[in-house]
């Protein structure tokens, strides 16, 4: 790996240029030079290998099969169907195993080979999306809910998001020059990054809008959260801001750890881009920039003090924040099948298992997608494509008279599958791991199936076939999958071996807490078995199992992520 720290690559890439433009011009390898592959990370991409043949590659003396991942920027997972239609294409001319939507409302491309690089950076581009600072240590993807209810109050959020994320871009020309072709002109190279400074951020950094009732973004996992407060009318007031939120640990490592956010106050919608600003520019000066797993924002908050933290963020953003607004969160997943919105059309939500849109094995699902989008499209309906913080997908905005086609091509091409779907597989999720991921320790996607089909198998025996329990699982403890949020969770130790975590709400308050250290399959079923069938014979009506696990003192949970006088009854 490279001699030098990421500090340092950073500092000595004249904003994020590098050596790109040599390393993808090399034809002798498939790789990038190593310090190119941490600056690509800004652009939107991260290098990897098929782990799947890296030994049988070695013996052959042959280097790694290297290929890319792509990742979008796209706040709030919205496209229009006739974007769907591009990246779709995108897909299937440049990349493997389909369209993938991601935890954050991005989709990914896998296996994109070095020489194709710039071509499918452009075509994306010719979607009109982007992939600058889909990855690095700067803002990445804004997340926003995705369940439309009130249109009006969804469009309002969605929109500020969108205009804050446009705001946290950052500033150089780099990305333009290297994919786009844009002329660098004089002087280029010293782009003023107000917001980031010249090294960016000390580690990646993520923004959450939610819309209560419904918490689908997980908005406690995020560095810094906004929780939408409307009036009884359905009219935005402001947002509860809460920050230091973040999934990632290390295993073995008590300085590292998942944690939840904190409200801290309250901001009217004019205050939002003030507070963000506060909030990031003070992680940018006093976050760990010399051991990178202690370098996100949960730590220096951790390290400082909420109240100094809060104090800070007050003094740069000019203003005090007001007390925080009481609000309901009353589950964390997606609500499938159809939904009418305020304004006449309706949404329809379908279940994408861990996110994987592909065409395979009897799957038309990439095929029927594309019928669909087609149909929208050619109609002129307005309508839109939402990926969901919880790798589903909503055709929203479908007007009455599209309805019943869109019906028949979901039937037509087997994408209904949340009707028959038990709670638990509907709201399952994963992260990718392998064979792509060079951090995965065990599989998390293509294990997904088998291991909701064992445990579903252990609800049927109980009489607990419709519990609606959140399951996760992540390849490694880096929690793209937001697997400390889950009521049961694996975590990936290595191959085959998990740490098993229980006791998270349905909610997205409250943590899990580990209940098996470095189990086998067999283990974890053993462990569940006896549990489960308390729960059958213990719970109270309407009971979730985290929270049945936490009242019969099975799990003890760590703290709260919202304050007492914050909750309503709904909410306690």
Not at 14 to 30: D, W
Not at 279 to 307: C, E, H, M, P, S
Not at 367 to 385: C, K, S
Request: proline share 5%.
């Amino acid at each position: 790996m490279s001699s030098h720290s990421v500090e340092d690559i950073k500092q000595q890439s004249a904003r994020l240029r590098g050596t790109l433009l040599e390393s993808l011009a090399n034809p002798v390898t498939g790789a990038l030079d190593e310090d190119d592959q941490t600056l690509i990370k800004y652009h939107g991409s991260y290098q990897q290998d098929d782990r799947d043949i890296r030994e049988e590659r070695r013996l052959a003396k042959l280097e790694p099969a290297y290929a890319f991942m792509i990742r979008t920027r796209t706040p709030g997972g919205v496209v229009t169907p006739a974007q769907w239609l591009k990246l779709d294409a995108v897909a299937t001319t440049f990349a493997e195993r389909g369209l993938r939507i991601t935890t954050r409302q991005a989709f990914q491309f896998h296996g994109v080979i070095k020489t194709e690089l710039k071509a499918t950076m452009q075509a994306i581009n010719a979607a009109l999306i982007d992939t600058l600072a889909a990855c690095g240590d700067v803002n990445r993807n804004v997340a926003v809910a995705a369940n439309p209810l009130q249109s009006q109050l969804h469009a309002q959020v969605h929109a500020q998001a969108a205009a804050l994320s446009e705001f946290m871009l950052p500033n150089t020309r780099a990305y333009y020059e290297i994919w786009l072709d844009e002329e660098r002109v004089a002087g280029s190279g010293s782009e003023d990054e107000a917001v980031y400074g010249p090294t960016y951020l000390p580690r990646k950094f993520k923004i959450g809008f939610a819309i209560p009732p419904y918490n689908d973004v997980d908005v406690f996992a995020q560095d810094l959260g906004f929780i939408a407060i409307a009036d009884t009318d359905g009219q935005l007031l402001g947002y509860n801001v809460s920050v230091g939120g973040g999934m990632g640990a290390t295993h073995g490592d008590p300085e590292t750890y998942p944690r939840l956010g904190d409200v801290i106050g309250f901001v009217a919608p004019d205050q939002l881009a003030q507070v963000a600003v506060g909030v990031v520019t003070t992680q940018r000066d006093f976050g760990n920039r010399v051991l990178r797993k202690r370098a996100r924002l949960k730590y220096t908050i951790d390290d400082n003090g909420l109240d100094w933290f809060k104090a800070e963020v007050e003094r740069r953003a000019g203003f005090a924040l007001s007390t925080a607004r009481p609000f309901d969160f009353v589950h964390n997943g997606d609500r499938f099948g159809w939904v009418e919105g305020a304004d006449g059309r309706a949404h329809l939500t379908l279940r994408i298992v861990a996110g994987r849109i592909w065409d395979r094995e009897g799957l038309t699902h990439l095929t029927g997608l594309r019928e669909i989008a087609r149909v929208l499209d050619d109609a002129d309906a307005d309508a839109q494509f939402r990926l969901t913080p919880n790798q589903n997908l909503v055709i929203a905005g479908v007007p009455a008279a599209l309805r019943e086609r869109v019906d028949a091509l979901v039937a037509q091409y087997g994408l209904d599958t949340h009707v028959a779907a038990t709670p638990l597989k509907r709201n399952a999720l994963a992260c990718v791991a392998l064979p792509t991921c060079g951090l995965a320790m065990a599989e998390a996607e293509r294990y997904l199936p088998e291991f909701t089909d064992k445990v579903q198998a252990l609800l049927d025996t109980h009489g607990l076939r419709d519990a609606p329990i959140h399951l996760r699982i992540s390849g490694c403890p880096n929690g793209c999958s937001r697997p400390y949020l889950g009521e049961i969770a694996l975590v990936g130790k290595a191959p085959g071996r998990y740490n098993l975590m229980l006791g998270a709400d349905h909610r997205g308050q409250r943590l899990n807490t580990l209940f098996r250290e470095n189990v086998v399959e067999a283990q974890i079923l053993d462990a569940l078995d006896p549990v489960l069938a308390r729960y059958a014979g213990e719970r109270y009506a309407e009971e979730g199992f985290g929270d049945f696990l936490v009242r019969a003192g099975i799990v003890v949970p760590p703290k709260p992520a919202i304050p007492l006088q914050l909750r309503t009854e709904n909410a306690a």
